[in-house]
Nanobody
Framework: QVQLVESGGGLVQAGGSLRLSCAASGFTFSSYSMSWYRQAPGKKRELVARITSTSGTLNYADSVKGRFTISRDNAKNTVYLQMNSLKPEDTAVYYC?????????WGQGTQVTVSS
């Protein structure tokens, strides 16, 4: 059974930091590209960051470049999102995603709320 379980969300003041984790199971984690998406109330889900299976390519949304860092530990089947210098506009539900050209899995999401 495929599972992606996010953790690490919460309430933080602007300028603060959070580290999200996504623990994967039920598939060959090291073969999948991993991404973090977010969805704020009333807005479409958007890609925040992506990392390829070998960590060779990293992509970030322009809005988080220089503040967020995605990483993965294939030995622990876990992907991380380090979020620094958080802003109120980063408030959203953050989702973990695993994909290949033929498969696509999603976690349930974790809430991140940044107060001003």
């Amino acid at each position: 059974q495929v599972q992606l379980v996010e953790s690490g969300g919460g309430l933080v003041q602007a300028g603060g930091s959070l580290r999200l984790s996504c623990a994967a199971s039920g598939f060959t984690f090291s073969s999948y590209s991993m991404s973090w998406y977010r969805q704020a109330p009333g807005k479409k889900r958007e890609l925040v960051a992506r990392i390829t299976s070998t960590s060779g390519t990293l992509n970030y949304a322009d809005s988080v470049k220089g503040r967020f860092t995605i990483s993965r530990d294939n030995a622990k089947n876990t992907v991380y999102l380090q979020m620094n210098s958080l802003k109120p506009e980063d408030t959203a539900v953050y989702y973990c995603n695993a994909f290949t050209t033929s498969e696509d899995y999603w976690g349930q999401g974790t809430q991140v709320t940044v107060s001003s």
